[in-house]
């Protein structure tokens, strides 16, 4: 086998030594066809490949994301309140429910001491045995027949079913809000997932130009194509109409160069509602967690009637809100990578404004 395996192996070295010559024409001629495949290859792989987006174009798509992103970041809120609220009411309906239950077991336990010593002196009445029975079912039946009977026993039955029936209707509140806690908290879960993906392409995006540029990015007030320096305290707000928008125009002018962030309240960081939120509850006016909440949350005022305190909104869906503090300004948590900070009132398409107090 090894001596047949070498004599084959022969026989093809003997065939590549003794092939036919290629002519140079033809080997040239293929080299060329190769080289130019080659370099068509490379061309179409160049024409094909995206160009670098101009400054304008990342401009626009940062702002684009930046607005989903807040979007997303007011539905979280919405659905974290939403959650919140329903994890209250669940506890408070499942105290209530135990302590309708105890007030339940120590009823069933009186009337059965009662019966008990009925018992031993003469029997015990049918009509009591309903207050004894483990199941709702035979329980709720044997009331008509307490009902009729109409003896002192058969009034304390009836009162330990509507004590049964109150516990069976927590629970079922409480049931139902437990639900309504879950899908909460699944919106908020899916709102999560939009917010930091629009966020992370917007970083994508700002990593590919130089540091200038990015600050520059971040300073644009959205379309308005007006700037203001972060954190800058250009001035003074101006008086405000009241004492409650007093407090709340300072308390937002305090706030000044602290950072974004999503779904915050303070007191190291905000979202745009998380600081008007926050500015009014210092004034004593609690507010709704949402831009598209606060702006029911008030009285309407005309773009031309704005005094210090009012909330300004901004886009189509609501999604953006500051607080004018006078001058022509707001004050506002902008966005990812930019303080909370003063801006020109007209520097993002004006959707409203309401007086909050």
């Given at each position: 086998?090894?001596?047949?395996r070498?004599?084959?192996?022969?026989?093809l070295?003997h065939r590549?030594?003794h092939?036919?010559?290629?002519p140079?024409?033809?080997?040239?001629?293929?080299?060329?066809?190769?080289?130019?495949a080659?370099?068509?290859?490379?061309?179409?792989?160049?024409?094909l490949?995206?160009p670098?987006?101009?400054?304008?174009e990342v401009?626009?798509?940062?702002?684009t994301?930046?607005?989903?992103?807040?979007?997303a970041?007011?539905?979280f809120?919405?659905?974290t309140?939403?959650?919140?609220?329903?994890e209250?009411?669940m506890?408070?309906?499942r105290?209530s429910?135990?302590?309708?239950?105890?007030e339940?077991?120590t009823?069933r336990?009186?009337?059965?001491?009662?019966a008990s010593?009925?018992?031993r002196a003469a029997g015990l009445p049918?009509?009591?045995?309903?207050?004894?029975?483990?199941?709702?079912?035979?329980?709720l039946?044997?009331a008509?027949v307490?009902h009729?009977?109409?003896?002192?026993?058969?009034?304390?039955?009836?009162?330990i079913?509507?004590?049964?029936?109150a516990?069976?209707?927590?629970?079922?509140?409480?049931?139902?809000?437990?639900?309504?806690?879950a899908?909460?908290?699944?919106?908020?879960?899916r709102?999560?997932?939009?917010?930091?993906?629009?966020?992370?392409?917007?970083?994508?995006?700002?990593?590919?130009?130089?540091a200038?540029e990015?600050?520059?990015l971040?300073r644009e007030?959205?379309?308005g194509?007006?700037?203001?320096a972060s954190?800058?305290r250009?001035?003074?707000?101006?008086?405000a109409?009241?004492?409650?928008?007093s407090?709340a125009?300072?308390f937002?002018?305090g706030?000044?160069g602290k950072?974004?962030?999503?779904g915050?309240?303070?007191?190291?960081a905000?979202?745009?509602s998380?600081?008007?939120?926050?500015a009014?509850?210092a004034?004593?006016?609690s507010?709704p967690?949402?831009?598209?909440s606060?702006v029911s949350?008030g009285?309407?005022?005309?773009r031309?009637?704005?005094a210090?305190g009012?909330?300004?909104f901004?886009?189509?869906?609501?999604?953006?809100?500051?607080?004018y503090?006078?001058?022509?300004?707001?004050v506002?948590a902008?966005?990812?990578?930019t303080?909370?900070r003063?801006?020109?009132?007209d520097?993002?398409?004006f959707?409203?404004a309401t007086r909050?107090?």
């Amino acid at each position: 086998m090894a001596q047949h395996r070498k004599q084959r192996l022969g026989r093809l070295r003997h065939r590549r030594v003794h092939r036919k010559p290629v002519p140079a024409a033809l080997r040239a001629a293929a080299t060329l066809t190769l080289a130019g495949a080659a370099s068509a290859a490379a061309f179409d792989g160049a024409a094909l490949a995206d160009p670098e987006p101009t400054l304008a174009e990342v401009e626009e798509r940062v702002d684009t994301l930046h607005r989903e992103a807040e979007e997303a970041t007011e539905a979280f809120n919405a659905a974290t309140e939403a959650a919140r609220q329903a994890e209250q009411d669940m506890d408070r309906l499942r105290d209530s429910a135990a302590l309708r239950t105890e007030e339940l077991n120590t009823a069933r336990d009186a009337l059965g001491s009662q019966a008990s010593a009925e018992y031993r002196a003469a029997g015990l009445p049918a009509a009591v045995q309903l207050a004894l029975s483990a199941d709702p079912e035979v329980f709720l039946h044997r009331a008509g027949v307490a009902h009729r009977s109409g003896d002192r026993q058969a009034r304390a039955a009836l009162g330990i079913e509507e004590r049964l029936r109150a516990v069976e209707q927590l629970r079922a509140e409480a049931a139902e809000r437990a639900e309504a806690l879950a899908d909460a908290q699944d919106r908020a879960r899916r709102h999560r997932a939009v917010v930091t993906d629009r966020l992370a392409e917007a970083e994508d995006l700002l990593a590919t130009r130089t540091a200038r540029e990015r600050e520059a990015l971040l300073r644009e007030e959205g379309t308005g194509g007006t700037t203001a320096a972060s954190g800058e305290r250009a001035g003074r707000p101006a008086t405000a109409p009241n004492r409650r928008a007093s407090a709340a125009v300072a308390f937002a002018w305090g706030q000044l160069g602290k950072p974004y962030g999503w779904g915050s309240a303070g007191p190291d960081a905000y979202d745009c509602s998380g600081l008007t939120q926050a500015a009014w509850r210092a004034a004593g006016v609690s507010l709704p967690r949402t831009s598209y909440s606060q702006v029911s949350a008030g009285t309407r005022v005309a773009r031309d009637e704005l005094a210090p305190g009012d909330l300004v909104f901004y886009y189509s869906g609501i999604s953006h809100v500051g607080i004018y503090v006078g001058n022509g300004q707001i004050v506002h948590a902008s966005r990812p990578g930019t303080p909370v900070r003063l801006a020109p009132v007209d520097s993002m398409p004006f959707a409203a404004a309401t007086r909050p107090g």
